[in-house]
């Protein structure tokens, strides 16, 4: 299995995963140019994506999609409560390119996908695990906590890109955010601040996970480092660091991430 975050953040969120005989992306809230543009960045042709898989309606998930879809033909995978409002969001398309799912598993091709339900102020928002069988990956951004519930999905993965969204001081300190919007936020139906992120990874140690991409990273309330910083030092003080061979890495918004080849 392939995989590559083509860009996370506040400002559109897109990830590529490709199998042996599938090509999907996660999300497609970059517009279908900025998608085609870092797509080939990694050598992948367009008109090769099989399907799109919808976490939620929010337009940083779905600005691309229906442009997109309407010129390669591909599959749009919504879960079924969202349906109504993304049809209208994405201008109308296609009914054999719309799939509905449900909290129930599906497969695309050699894919089996998993979707469990995340926190957020959506009308539905999901996260997804996607396997082959022999090799696993989740991806759980926008939620506003985290259960021991996901926590356990996720750790059944080889590789799992988790939402880090702020840094708590940074956000309460930004003068350029109302107060209504913070606590929206930092709800429980908002995004998950850095050390929530870190508490997390620390109960998914020793498990199978090999690496974590910390995702959908604020640009006015977070910086890598501050992302990067914060779970190393939850890792320390639970002196669980390096030794666990954990690849700890930082999905950007402006650029493509690294591609991650995951052997069994
Ligand atoms: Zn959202
Ligand atoms: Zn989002």
Same mark, same amino acid.
């Not at 996720?154 to 590789?159: A, C, G, R, V």
């Not at 429980?188 to 601040?193: I, P, R, T, V």
């Given at each position: 299995m392939r995989i590559c975050v083509l860009g996370s953040g506040s400002k559109g969120n897109c990830t590529y995963v490709e199998g042996e005989n599938t090509r999907i992306l996660i999300d497609a %809230? /970059?517009?279908? $140019?900025e998608i085609e543009k870092r797509l080939s960045l990694i050598n992948v042709n367009p008109s090769e994506i099989d399907s799109i898989l919808i976490t939620h309606e929010h337009s940083d998930h779905i600005a691309g999609v229906g442009n997109f879809c309407r010129k390669y033909g591909c599959k749009i995978y919504a879960h079924q409560y969202i349906w109504p409002l993304l049809e209208q969001k994405i201008n109308g398309i296609n009914l054999k390119q719309q799939v509905e799912f449900n909290n129930k598993d599906f497969s695309i091709n050699?894919?089996?996908?998993?979707?469990?339900d995340l926190d957020h102020d959506s009308i539905h928002c999901v996260g997804f695990s996607i396997s082959n069988g022999k +090799? +696993?990956?989740s991806s759980a951004t926008d939620l506003g906590h985290i259960t021991d519930d996901i926590i356990k999905k $996720?750790?059944?993965?080889? /590789?799992v890109i988790l939402e880090s969204?702020?840094?708590v001081e940074k956000l309460m300190k930004n003068p350029n955010y109302p107060y209504q919007l913070k606590q929206r936020i930092l709800s429980?139906? %908002?995004? /998950?601040?850095n050390d929530a992120t870190a508490n997390a990874?620390?109960?998914? $140690? %020793?498990?199978k996970v090999r690496g974590i991409i910390l995702a959908h990273l604020s640009e006015d309330n977070n910086t890598p480092q501050l992302a990067y910083q914060t779970v190393q030092n939850v890792l320390k003080t639970n002196k669980a660091n390096s030794n666990q061979n954990l690849v700890i890495d930082i999905a950007q918004q402006r650029q493509v991430g690294r591609i991650y080849k995951i052997k069994e």
């Open positions: %809230g /970059l517009s279908k $140019l050699e894919f089996n996908i998993s979707n469990f +090799t +696993t990956i $996720l750790y059944q993965s080889d /590789l969204n702020h840094d429980n139906h %908002g995004h /998950l601040s990874i620390i109960k998914m $140690l %020793g498990k």
